[in-house]
């Protein structure tokens, strides 16, 4: 079974489960806030925006990933815990990279690692500094003993 099989038929069991409510319209999105997981809502929005910044519809992204419209709609609202496949399928019919659809990774800003470089400076000077004391307290004693 293809990749693809194993999505439509995972999207086939999620229609016909999900027959017996009204099929999700894009206008039943719900806000971020509402969702237990920052994660899944994180991803959705990432994903919302793409398919948007595409010009693209949720059904027009469905059919471009090969899965279900009912999907896209799920993932874009938080309401499924996607698969890594399900990922990677949406996330090439986007045209962006897996990794583009989760958060980066918080960096220390310039003035930190600035601030972090200056410490470090720092101490290596002062390390230098002490280094150079001994050198010339050995060198001192040196000479004391040289001229005895």
Known sequence: MTVSDQSKATDAVEETLGSRNPPPK????IS????S???LVYVGQQVLAARQRLGLTQEQLAEKAGCAPTTVFLVENARRNVT??????????????????????KTATPSARACGISRATAEEV???QEALRRIELLIHQ???VSED
């Open 142 to 144: 040196v000479d004391e």
């Open 126 to 128: 002062r390390r230098a």
């Open 37 to 39: 997981d920052v994660l």
């Open 84 to 105: 890594i496949r399900s990922l990677s399928v949406l996330a090439t019919a986007l045209g962006v990279e897996v990794a583009e659809l989760f958060p980066r990774p």
């Open 26 to 29: 894009e206008t039943d999105a």
């Open 32 to 35: 971020p806030g509402s969702s």
